[in-house]
């Protein structure tokens, strides 16, 4: 939209130019008012354009703060259940992690492609990775919740 918007700016502005200096004793508005128009056209556009990058870059602005704080919450919480680990029932431990991470694991989640808009794709690939084993050892925790392993659920905490 940006590029059309200068090509309309241009044009306007050399289609302007040229019809008025076709006659120098009067100018030929007939011809030069569409032509400032257009170049209006082009300005509006320009900046609609500019208006919609403004707010993507807020969007992930946003999003970002989403992410610190649902990462900084899953690091707590996950510091306070593996010291309190000893003392949960290891039938319990599932239902616990489910109380405890789900919101902020799908906050990450929903947010996490701003990591590639304002770092880069590498960026995002190696929080990525992180993100993903620490969710395996999670999920590992959780399976062996379930099927009463403690010392495997001690292990993946």
Same mark, same amino acid.
């Given at each position: ?7 309309? @700016?241009?044009?306007?502005? +050399? ?32 900046? +609609? ?31 306070? +259940? ?32 701003? @990591? ?42």
């Amino acid at each position: 939209m940006r590029a059309l918007g200068l090509l309309l @700016i241009w044009g306007g502005f +050399l289609a302007g130019a040229y019809f008025s200096v076709l006659d120098t004793e009067t100018i030929p508005w007939t011809l030069v008012g569409p032509c400032l128009v257009v170049g209006l056209i082009g300005v509006v556009l320009v900046q +609609l354009d500019a208006r919609g990058k403004r707010s993507a870059t807020d969007a992930v602005q946003a999003n970002l703060g989403k992410l610190e704080g649902s990462l900084d919450r899953i690091v707590e919480k996950a510091a306070r +259940l593996d010291t309190a680990k000893e003392s949960l029932d290891v039938y319990e431990v599932r239902h616990k992690i489910d109380d405890l991470f789900m919101e902020d694991l799908d906050t990450f989640v929903q947010a996490r492609e701003s @990591i590639c808009y304002a770092y880069g794709l590498q960026a995002y690939a190696d929080v990525l990775s992180h993100f993903a084993t620490s969710e395996r050892y999670l999920n590992r925790s959780w399976s062996a919740s379930t099927d009463g392993y403690i010392e495997e659920v001690h292990k993946y905490i």
